[in-house]
């Protein structure tokens, strides 16, 4: 018997646009995928605008090695906002493992690794601080890291004092060889950035920050050692930033107490540009990488067409509420 | 056959990108006199021809009203392009960052605030890509850059030290606020204790950072006068020092009383002085930084004085090495003549 099924075309076309359209939601809410298509427009129409001076290989390397510290820093940063704190007192660290270190080396006359390895330490201990006294005592994050911040602060100037120049030979050429023509902070940075995604995306135990920032009481409920974990991503934190601020120290080949100045809100602000929320639970690594970008991408513009340094801060805060605002917008349309 | 272990692939790996890593020079130097300068002949006009100045807290009032005025002057008058760039904020780093990024484009001279010792790394990056290089305001030791005007921190403070010592009779409680851990203020600080150190009647009584906030330089200034009711006179080394200083003093209604010297002639300083709540300034000739650095760049680049066949395969450089533009003493007496300005 012959048998002859209806098929409704609506079926057959009509959920087709619909699933895609979802799925292009779904990608626009993935700030990693919306800030990547948006730097390559934005490197597009710079390389259109300034074919000059945006794409070549000597200023992009150099867009690249002004990023590193910050992103390095910025990695730290997103982990701790991933599971719902953050740090005030990066910008300090870095000055004050680069003064350290250097003090050791400088005035002291230690080896290059042991000064380095101290100036770790030190990071060590102030990360185990604030971890301690904010996951354990209950001290708000961000009382106890600006403390830390004027803590760290003064500690740069004590160690550093005026500057410190004429820094050992090996140690500047940490930050100042080239590999492929690239100076190696941008190395150091890719492949931070490299080791933390794969931790992050890849191992139970950093997955677990995720639990922790969406819902620090179910994780613990559910056996996960938040108080240990938190104490620990304090540690990543000031460690990283303890890592830039040698690597910077290098770069520079001095050490400046001045150094890091406002970098604690400039890799808060790259953090959440590459999807990070200050209620936690969100973020990837990547995404520190690509928020740090978008704005090196944005500063290198605006300098090669000679915009002052007050518009240049108008305009990333613009830009800062301006990706806020879109990603909001994506939600309540997704939730609609 | 045996697969190598992947430890000797990780080894191999690692040296050979250890290899192919190219180390800094030794002597950190960017073989500068060698350096091709771009040249043009002098009375060249090149409608291109750009002069960047980079410096970093961008829009402090002091910079913008001499430093940067007198830059665009000397722009108009010589009809080349003048671009000011740096961070909004006191931001060293940051002016590193500027300056790198800008040798990309090339410009035909730069000139530099000498904010930090730590800047020289960059300002030799732009010497070792021909670009002329002018630092003013303060040198940067160990850089390699092409001149320097400026003025002698170390004397700032010295005259300081000396009108403190005039002012209180070489007696009394005296303390100094500036930003602490910059070179130059540091070496302000030098030259003002040195003086001191003559007069065994003067105490030092501290030393503090305003990090250049008037707010902060007054809370400072107003827990001074409270611990030390008897206090003979305060030095401020920063240009937000002096009013922050001068407004404790006068709530506290020890004008006069209390005597101020500090660094920098703004309309405000200039005014406390004709008030007689500050009693000198210690003023540095900032147009004639920037105006004559831009001079430099300009002769550098036309030329304007060759002093050999080629000056750059010389090894020679045909504009001052280095300028001390001097400094002024503002006080009481001749306040009038600069408010007229």
């Known amino acids: ?126 990360g185990w601080v604030n971890g301690y006294l904010i996951a354990y005592q209950g001290i708000n994050p961000m009382i106890q890291t600006l403390a830390m911040l004027g803590i760290l602060r003064g500690g740069a100037l004590l160690v550093a004092g005026a500057g410190i120049q004429n820094l050992p030979y090996w140690f500047n050429a940490i930050g100042q060889s080239r590999l492929l023509g690239i100076q190696m902070p941008v190395w150091y940075m890719l492949l931070t950035v490299a080791v933390f995604s794969f931790l992050v995306n890849r191992t139970i135990f950093f997955r677990r920050y995720y639990y922790i920032g969406g819902n620090a009481k179910a994780a613990e409920l559910s056996g996960i050692e938040v108080k240990k974990m938190k104490q620990f991503a304090f540690i990543l934190s000031a460690v990283l930033a303890a890592v830039a601020g040698i690597l910077l120290t290098s770069r520079l080949g001095a050490a400046m107490s001045t150094l890091g100045r406002g970098l604690e809100l400039r890799v808060i602000t790259a953090a959440i540009l590459g999807g990070a929320s200050l209620t936690g639970g969100v973020g990837k690594i990547v995404g520190a990488l690509l928020g740090a970008l ?43 | 056959m045996k697969k190598p272990p992947f430890l000797l692939c990780v080894c191999t790996l690692f040296l050979s990108v250890l290899n192919s890593c190219e180390l800094p020079p030794r002597d950190g130097s960017a073989g500068v006199q060698n350096a091709n300068i771009a040249t043009m002949e002098a009375g060249a006009v090149n409608p291109n021809e ?54 990309a484009s090339r410009p035909a001279g730069l000139l530099i605030n000498g904010t930090d010792p730590g800047i020289a790394q960059a300002i030799n990056k732009a010497v070792e890509a021909g670009i002329p290089t002018v630092v003013y305001d303060s040198d940067v030791p160990g850089s390699e850059r092409h001149a320097f005007l400026g003025t002698d921190w170390y004397q700032i403070g010295q005259m300081q030290g000396e009108e403190m010592a005039r002012l209180t009779g070489g007696k009394g409680k005296v303390a100094y606020m500036g930003i602490l851990g910059l070179t130059n203020m540091e070496d302000g600080f030098r030259g003002l204790l040195d003086v001191l150190k003559k007069y065994p009647g003067i105490r030092v009584v501290g030393r503090y950072d305003d990090k250049a906030s ?22 401020g080394f920063d240009s937000n020092s002096g009013p922050g200083i001068a407004l404790a003093v006068k709530e506290a209604g020890k004008v006069g009383k209390v005597k101020i010297t500090t660094v920098d002639w703004e309309p405000e300083h200039l005014l406390l002085v004709r008030d007689g709540v500050i009693q000198m300034l210690a003023g540095q000739k900032r147009e004639l930084f920037t105006w004559y650095g831009a001079q430099f760049l300009y002769d550098m680049v ?40």
């Open chain 1, 1 to 126: 018997m012959e048998t002859q099924t209806y098929t409704n075309p609506a079926k057959l076309t009509g959920p087709q646009p619909e699933k895609s359209r979802l799925r292009m939601d779904k990608l626009l809410q993935d700030r990693v995928y919306s800030l990547s298509i948006t730097i390559v427009v934005i490197c597009i129409v710079a390389s259109v605008v300034f074919p000059q001076n945006f794409p070549t290989f000597e200023n992009l390397s150099q867009l690249l090695l002004n990023l590193s510290i910050d992103t390095i820093v910025a990695v730290g940063m997103m982990l701790l906002l991933i599971s719902g704190m953050f740090d005030l007192s990066v910008g300090s660290m870095v000055a004050f493992a680069g003064g350290l270190t250097a003090n050791l080396m400088y005035f002291h006359g230690f080896p290059v690794p042991l000064a380095i390895t101290i100036g770790l330490l030190s990071a060590l201990l102030v």
């Open chain 1, 294 to 336: 978008f704005m090196g991408i944005v500063a290198n513009i605006m300098i090669i067409a000679r915009i002052s340094g007050l518009w240049q801060e108008i305009i990333l805060g613009l830009i800062l509420i301006s990706a806020v605002w879109l990603d909001l917008y994506l939600i309540r349309r997704s939730r609609a």
């Open chain 2, 214 to 235: 008037v707010e902060l330089a007054a809370r400072i200034t107003s827990d001074l006068l409270a611990a030390h009711p008897d206090i003979a006179g305060i030095c």
């Open chain 2, 302 to 341: 036309h030329r304007t004085n060759r002093l050999s066949g080629n000056d750059a395969q010389s090894g020679i450089s045909n504009v001052p090495t280095s300028v001390n533009t001097g400094l002024l003493r503002i006080t009481r007496e001749n306040v009038g003549q600069f408010l007229k300005r």
């Open chain 2, 50 to 103: 750009e002069y960047v100045m980079i410096t970093t807290a961008i829009n402090m009032p002091m910079y913008v009203n001499h430093d940067q005025a007198a830059f665009r002057r000397w722009g108009e008058q010589m009809g080349v392009k003048v671009s000011i760039l740096g961070p909004a904020e006191w931001d060293v780093p940051a002016q590193i960052e500027t300056i790198e990024q800008v040798i």
